[in-house]
């Protein structure tokens, strides 16, 4: 469990991030969500040591990031996984070179034992046999799998994942959403997951953070999220009038209203005939 405590953090004379307070929960998919320039991105390298907080507490399993001595942070650093928004492969490297890198730097294990766990991971995320190519030769979401295989190469306890689904299409940026809750939950991780995209959070967001401008707009689940009278929420998630009737068909759907299994082509059909757009006529 990460612990976020009246963090604030300012450049110059703009503040940032504004007294801050979460609990992003150990086993679970926590996602950050708000508007550019909402403080999310800073509060994410925050936590995980890139930038330096003005004052607050940041508490790994109750232990105080900030007031760490230089030893105890490199120790802790070892335990957390990151998914860089762009994956930031070494464009140099191979695949198994780019994934062995943390074990490298980290670790004074033998050659075997380290291919053994990059040999793991890869085919964790369906990358098996992929050691030798290299980032040049991968798609997006092949890229972005290498990043998560990465991450949990050192089976860190606190994952930081920032826009996964950046670029990506939606049925590789559902893929890539399973992955991530799926190994979430094999591995018992805290993760942390920076997102715009509103597929992710109602698909996979079990504690949700709303950031509206640097403070705590609004905190809940992905089913509360639905009833929320949060005005700034609610017009940052359902800006769209698409996105408005997915809302109300799915609160519709939770109240039992509605069937959950409904034929969408059968729909789509039916609704084209009524507006006598039906190609088949």
């Known amino acids: ?10 450049f110059g004379t703009k503040e940032v991030l504004k007294g801050v307070n979460a609990v992003f929960e150990k086993g679970k998919i926590n ?6 320039g909402s403080g999310k991105t800073v509060l994410q390298k925050c936590m995980v040591g890139l930038l330096k907080i003005d004052s607050g507490e940041i508490l790994f399993d109750g232990r105080d990031f900030v007031t760490m001595s230089s030893e105890d942070k490199k120790l802790l650093r070892q335990q957390l996984g ?3 928004q762009g994956a930031a492969l070494f464009d140099s490297m191979t695949v198994e070179q780019n994934v062995m890198f943390p074990l490298d730097m980290f670790t004074d294990w033998e050659r075997k ?12 995320v369906d990358l098996k046999g992929s050691n030798s190519k290299r980032p040049d030769e991968l798609s997006g979401g092949m890229k972005k ?5 990465r991450a949990i190469v050192l089976k860190p306890k606190y994952l930081f994942v920032d ?12 893929l890539i959403d399973t992955l991530i809750h799926d190994i979430t939950k094999e591995n018992n991780i805290t993760t942390v997951v920076n997102s715009h995209d509103m597929n992710s959070v109602m698909e996979i967001g079990e504690n949700i953070l709303y950031l509206d401008q640097g403070r705590n707009g609004w905190s809940g689940t992905s089913k509360d999220v639905l009833f929320s009278k949060h005005e700034n929420l609610n017009n940052f998630i359902f800006a769209s009038e698409f996105f408005r009737d997915a809302r109300d068909m799915r609160i519709l759907e939770v109240k039992g209203l509605i069937e959950d299994e409904r034929d ?15 190609p088949s006529s």
Do not use: C, Q, W, Y
């Open 163 to 174: 826009e996964p689904n950046s670029g990506l299409d939606p049925r590789t940026s559902r």
């Open 145 to 149: 799998r290498v990043g998560i295989a």
């Open 1 to 10: 469990m990460i612990e976020i405590k009246n963090v604030k953090k300012s």
């Open 82 to 84: 990151m998914l860089f």
């Open 264 to 278: 969408m082509e059968k729909i789509l059909r039916e609704g084209l005939k009524s507006s006598g757009s039906d």
């Open 31 to 36: 996602i950050i969500i708000g508007a550019s």
């Open 113 to 124: 034992e380290k291919l053994d766990r990059v040999n793991f991971v890869l085919e964790r």
